[in-house]
């Protein structure tokens, strides 16, 4: 039984007829991690906010499935019931997610009191405890400082732990080294690479950096448009990506890439494949919905086109 089962995702901005998710699904084991991957604008977050329960006013999941250990989440009224011994998620951007006008100590202990049932004096002890685990060194100190008065790399710091505090089962990363310089970079991959081993939690880390991917994921599922192109383990991903979008993403990072791959934007309105208005191999198919189907153990594709060749 997989830890996290997102099937049939669709989420709607309230009056729209074109779903911004369409069909999206994911899964993640125990001690897993599986990266979200896909240019701005793809669904990455979204699809994560679903997930969460934590999509922003004016914007509701229509259908769906998430399930967590069997058990689904989802609510018939388009929301998620989970709390954060469950699910817990690392914003992007740590300084913004973080409350301006409480000490960072107080924002964890906070939620350690809530969740835990457990007194105040014992929750902050908790959370320094926490800001020491996630590598912080004076974490007594930096418990009595305000966001701002933090550096990014720190605040992010906060963030994870905070994240962790509860010890949930899964852990959700939404680009957690955004603006950071490559060796805080390095420092956070190796925080939540170990606490995967410590804890056994499975996490879904969202980046647009292959490199990252390379790095950290077990294996990848890739987005455009709202919509799942490609689910492959990441040596796959490297060596042999079947989806035109999938090499596109690829060939960006390794060489020049076509330019008559414009980017012109997402077409929701698109019935068929939303990468079809881009893709080079497009043909009469694409204009149908391509459903994600296995190809081969551990890949899934949602493509027409018959590609052989790698990169």
């Not at 926490?130 to 418990?143: N, Q, Y």
């Amino acid at each position: 039984m997989s830890l996290l089962r997102a099937t049939g995702l669709n989420v709607e901005v309230t009056g729209s007829p074109y779903p911004i998710l369409r069909e999206v699904e994911f899964s993640v084991e125990p001690g897993e991690i599986l990266a979200l991957v896909g240019e701005s604008g793809s669904g990455k977050t979204m699809a994560a906010l679903a997930v969460m329960g934590l999509l922003p006013f004016g914007i509701d999941m229509t259908a769906g499935e998430v399930q967590l250990e069997g058990r689904n989440l989802a609510r018939s009224d388009g929301t998620v019931e989970r709390d954060a011994s469950q699910i817990s998620m690392i914003f992007q951007n740590p300084v913004g997610a973080l409350n301006p006008t409480m000490r960072v100590g107080s924002q964890i202990a906070r939620a350690i009191q809530f969740n835990q049932q457990i007194g105040r004096s014992t929750a902050l002890q908790t959370a320094i405890e926490m800001i020491g685990h996630v590598g912080i060194p004076g974490p007594e100190r930096v418990a009595r400082s305000y966001p701002h008065q933090l550096s990014g790399g720190m605040c992010q710091r906060i963030m994870i732990a905070l994240a962790i505090s509860c010890r949930p089962r899964l852990l959700i990363a939404d680009e957690p080294t955004t603006a950071l310089d490559v060796t805080v970079q390095a420092q956070i991959f190796e925080l939540i690479k170990a606490l995967v081993e410590e804890i056994g939690c499975g996490v879904v880390f969202i980046t647009h950096d292959l490199g990252a991917v390379a790095e950290m994921a077990d294996r990848v599922t890739v987005m455009y448009g709202g919509q799942v192109m490609e689910e492959l383990p990441v040596v796959e991903l490297l060596n042999d990506p079947k989806h035109p979008y999938t090499r596109y993403l690829l060939e960006s990072v390794i060489r020049e890439v076509d330019h008559r791959i414009e980017d012109i934007g997402v077409d929701f309105a698109l019935t068929g494949c939303r990468f079809g208005h881009r893709c080079l191999l497009a043909h009469d198919s694409c204009n149908e919905y391509p459903a994600l189907e296995e190809i081969s153990p551990g890949h899934r594709l949602s493509c027409f086109a018959e590609i052989t060749e790698a990169p």
